[in-house]
């Protein structure tokens, strides 16, 4: 099946795997908090950028992805209203719980 991919695909999946598998758990938590944030920032800036709502980004659906990635995601959400500048902690858990 991976024969069938654009190789740029293929090495995109090997860079995440590699991120996910290795450089991933080899960070603190303190590190393991600054990746979720900067990447739900960057998540949120893309979204507000598009038109749609900065907040969409928190569904259902991304939320178990990313329980899929780190267990301690809720520790790590709790964490952004004392990371971002006017984040809106009960936003996000709305969208969330859909």
């Given at each position: 099946m991976e024969k069938n991919q654009p190789a740029w695909?293929?090495?995109?999946?090997?860079?995440?795997?590699?991120?996910?598998?290795?450089?991933?758990?080899a960070k603190t938590w303190e590190e393991k908090i600054?990746?979720?944030?900067?990447?739900?920032?960057?998540?949120?800036?893309?979204?507000a950028g598009s038109g749609s709502d900065a907040y969409?980004?928190?569904?259902?659906?991304?939320?178990?992805?990313?329980?899929?990635?780190?267990?301690?995601?809720?520790?790590?959400?709790?964490?952004?209203?004392?990371?971002?500048?006017?984040?809106?902690?009960?936003?996000?858990?709305?969208?969330?719980?859909?």
């Amino acid at each position: 099946m991976e024969k069938n991919q654009p190789a740029w695909y293929i090495e995109f999946r090997r860079k995440e795997d590699l991120f996910w598998n290795q450089t991933y758990p080899a960070k603190t938590w303190e590190e393991k908090i600054d990746h979720w944030v900067a990447s739900i920032q960057e998540m949120m800036r893309s979204l507000a950028g598009s038109g749609s709502d900065a907040y969409e980004g928190f569904n259902p659906e991304a939320y178990q992805e990313w329980q899929k990635s780190e267990p301690r995601i809720d520790e790590i959400l709790a964490q952004m209203k004392l990371k971002l500048q006017d984040f809106d902690e009960e936003k996000m858990w709305r969208g969330i719980r859909g």
